[in-house]
């Protein structure tokens, strides 16, 4: 069977036992949906979703030289991290292409002190890791670097209702976390942050792999009669695609550059030196070559993955992603355009198998919460 | 219809054929519970014009959820004579009377020799009970 050879969440039979509807993403078997991805993405909308996200890479660094060696990586500036503090960074080649979109956490355990968590895409673990060692290698700076992905589960509490439910089982005031940032917890080397891959308020709980399923049974089981569900990989797409959200693989490859990416944000170049950010400092000074953009229609049919772009009969770019909104209730997709078609309001065509569907450039993100 | 008395296309459309007037055979054409509880969350339907021919394994129409699109394979070699027009304003009806008011077209048969290809209802069972594994 294929199965057999899929990497499995500690929390795969519980899944598996509640009608998770299971399939192979990047190596691992994960449920894309329960019920219904519409039912599972309101109700993180409107109460809460509880995602298994622990397919996704975490790696811990810990030594003298940890703050200076992921400084010397990655797009943002590491070394000014607070204790707490969590970072959005990209992993760039010497060409400027994204490697990877990571989370960068500065923790401090109360027992064990100082270190650092590196959140990396699933599909991505593999090849950072073996980027991470090469660096390693070459600097050899006192870090000491371990792969904790099977070692640990990663839950996603996500919606309005998420500090409520995390609040009876943590020893501090959830709602007193300031938006990206971080708790160690005194077991193992867990922790909880507030961040999230939904748009919506939110925690994510790092924690040994073998406390994982009673943190998500007692998550998910005071808190039916909310309206709380476990909600898939499916609803998991329509919702970060609603807040715009880049995904690797689809926005975001080897190909792409942060700043064509719209994430230009998390690039800073001023006194730095990390792989790429010589082409990026090329990239900034000249004009970029696209954007990405928001795309919504009228129609009912839905532009996916690799969908031509047209303005009048020039074909201009391709749909990197594109969904039926539940939220907004109609066809919405992100793609790359030349910057003069990037405008809100520029009137588009999108091809849909073969029939050009009127679709108009929104600014993003599609859905804001109130 | 009873779907234990219909056949069946490996690609999930049913099929009932029927004597229509002159002799003609005509194939009420649908999709299976089976095939409408694994597309889920369906958002639009686009199906084919009346007088259309179409073959066998031909693609008719599609059909779209939140997640991807499906293409609809007519099971039959033959002519659209009926189309449930209904069907895309409304389409929870697919999920509520598939074998029934969620028929989708109606195809004079031209030919008789795709109906050995379909499965009866336990070898289409058997289909779907592998196709969940």
């Known amino acids: 069977m294929v199965t057999s050879s899929l990497a499995q969440t500690p929390l795969h039979d519980w899944h598996a036992a509640h009608g998770g509807r299971m399939v192979d993403f990047a190596g691992w078997s994960m449920p894309v949906q329960y019920s219904s991805i519409v039912a599972e993405h309101t109700a993180t909308r409107t109460a809460a979703g509880l995602f298994d996200v622990s397919h996704m890479g975490r790696l811990q660094f810990t030594g003298t030289g940890v703050a200076q060696f992921l400084d010397s990586l990655v797009t943002r500036r590491i070394t000014e991290m607070e204790i707490g503090q969590v970072r959005y960074a990209l992993v760039t080649n010497e060409q400027g292409g994204i490697l990877d979109d990571v989370l960068v956490y500065r923790l401090k355990h109360p027992s064990k002190g100082e270190y650092h968590l590196m959140v990396v895409n699933a599909s991505n673990r593999e090849k950072i890791v073996d980027w991470i060692q090469h660096w390693l290698d070459e600097r050899k700076p006192d870090v000491r670097f371990t792969d904790i992905t099977h070692d640990t589960a990663m839950i996603a509490v996500q919606g309005p209702l998420a500090a409520k439910l995390i609040e009876p089982r943590v020893p501090f005031d959830p709602t007193a976390m300031k938006y990206y940032h971080a708790i160690s917890a005194e077991q193992g080397y867990g922790c909880i942050s507030r961040t999230g891959y939904t748009g919506e308020d939110g925690f994510e709980v790092i924690a040994p792999a073998n406390e994982a399923l009673k943190i998500w049974e007692s998550l998910l089981d005071s808190s039916s009669q909310l309206g709380v569900m476990a909600a898939g990989l499916g609803a998991r797409d329509t919702l970060r695609l609603e807040a715009a959200m880049p995904l690797y693989g689809h926005e975001l490859n080897e190909q792409t550059n942060p700043l064509e990416a719209g994430l230009g944000f998390a690039v800073n170049l001023e006194g730095r030196r990390f792989p790429g950010s010589a082409a990026l400092a090329t990239v900034q000074r000249e004009k970029p070559r696209r954007a990405r953009i928001g795309l919504e229609l009228t129609s009912k049919r839905v532009p996916r993955e690799h969908y031509g772009i047209y303005a009048g009969d020039q074909p201009i770019g391709e749909i990197t992603s594109g969904t039926f909104s539940p939220t907004l209730q109609k066809p919405i997709a992100m793609g790359y355009v030349p910057p003069q078609f990037a405008q809100s309001g520029t009137e588009l065509t999108v091809d849909i198998r073969g029939s050009r569907e009127p679709a108009h450039v929104v600014k993003l993100p599609f859905y804001k919460r109130p | ?133």
């Open chain 2, 1 to 133: 219809m009873k779907p234990q008395e219909l056949l069946y296309a490996k690609t999930h459309e049913w099929a009932a054929v029927q004597a229509g007037p002159q002799g003609a055979k005509i194939a009420t054409v649908g999709v299976s519970a089976f095939a409408v509880e694994a597309l889920t969350d369906l958002v639009y339907m686009q199906l084919p014009r009346v007088g259309r021919k179409v073959k066998a394994g031909e693609s008719f129409g599609e059909i779209e959820s939140v997640k991807a699109v499906s293409d609809l394979y007519s099971p039959v070699d033959g002519e659209i004579v009926e189309v449930n027009t209904a069907l895309p304003n409304k389409l929870e009806t697919l999920n509520s009377d598939p074998y029934g008011a969620g028929w989708l077209v109606k195809i004079k048969l031209s030919d008789e020799t795709a109906l050995k290809n379909l499965l009866d209802y336990a070898a289409y069972q058997k289909l779907c009970t592998e196709e969940s594994h």
